[in-house]
Antibody
Framework: EVQLVESGGGLVQPGGSLRLSCAASGFTLSDHYMDWVRQAPGMGLEWVGRTRNKANGYTTEYAASVKGRFFISTDDSRNSLYLQMNRLRTEDTAVYFC???????????????????WGQGALVTVSS | DIQMTQSPSSLSASVGDRVTITCRTSQGISNNLAWFQQKPGKAPNLLIYGASTLQSGVPSKFSGSGSGTYFTLTISGLQPEDLATYYCQQHNTYPLTFGGGTKVEI
């Protein structure tokens, strides 16, 4: 059974840093594209960024709102995904979900690039 | 960025009703559209991908259609457990974008 479990959320002051983790089980994380999606309180879903899989060199993409401040990485030995968040702003307050893209392997055509599994989310609160 | 416009933003329906939610995109995305259901306090759950393909394990009461810039999600035989917010999402171009959501009340 595929499972994704986020951890590391909490309260941080504006300008601070925080690292979220997403532990994967039931599949090999390095085979899949993996994403972070966030949801501000009472609001809709916002894509944060992704890492492509090992076959594609773990290259990354980011939303404009976080580019240069947030960084996604993986640890194959721990089968885990990370989101390093720096220079945090109050508007970064949200529940952060990790999500698995369906496609795996060397190619990921757009038709197969949908989120088929999500974690339960981790709350990040940025406040003084 | 591709803008996603969902309508209505909320709806109230009765048990047994058939409801339809629409999603329009600012650019053509072929059929690279997914629909998610999010119940209060929970993570989103994939219902439909490829605009019309039902995810394994999802009841056939859910159906999707559309291509290009216009898409619909239909829920047949509405039940109390369908109370949730529904989101469309395009997986055709970066940045990946979501619709604003449709809250379904029973």
């Amino acid at each position: 059974e595929v499972q994704l479990v986020e951890s590391g959320g909490g309260l941080v002051q504006p300008g601070g840093s925080l690292r979220l983790s997403c532990a994967a089980s039931g599949f090999t994380l390095s085979d899949h594209y993996m994403d972070w999606v966030r949801q501000a309180p009472g609001m809709g879903l916002e894509w944060v960024g992704r890492t492509r899989n090992k076959a594609n060199g773990y290259t990354t993409e980011y939303a404009a709102s976080v580019k240069g401040r947030f960084f996604i990485s993986t640890d194959d030995s721990r089968n885990s995904l990370y989101l390093q968040m720096n220079r945090l702003r109050t508007e970064d307050t949200a529940v952060y979900f990790c999500a698995r893209a369906h496609c795996s392997g060397a190619t990921c055509p757009w038709e197969e690039d949908y989120f088929d599994n999500w974690g339960q989310g981790a709350l990040v609160t940025v406040s003084s | 960025d591709i803008q996603m416009t969902q309508s209505p933003s909320s709806l109230s329906a009765s048990v047994g009703d058939r409801v339809t939610i629409t999603c329009r995109t600012s650019q053509g995305i072929s059929n690279n559209l997914a629909w998610f259901q999010q119940k209060p306090g929970k993570a989103p759950n994939l219902l439909i991908y490829g605009a019309s393909t039902l995810q394994s394990g999802v009841p056939s009461k859910f159906s999707g259609s559309g291509s290009g810039t216009y898409f619909t999600l239909t829920i047949s035989g509405l039940q109390p457990e369908d109370l949730a917010t529904y989101y469309c999402q395009q997986h055709n171009t970066y940045p990946l974008t979501f619709g604003g959501g449709t809250k379904v009340e029973i």
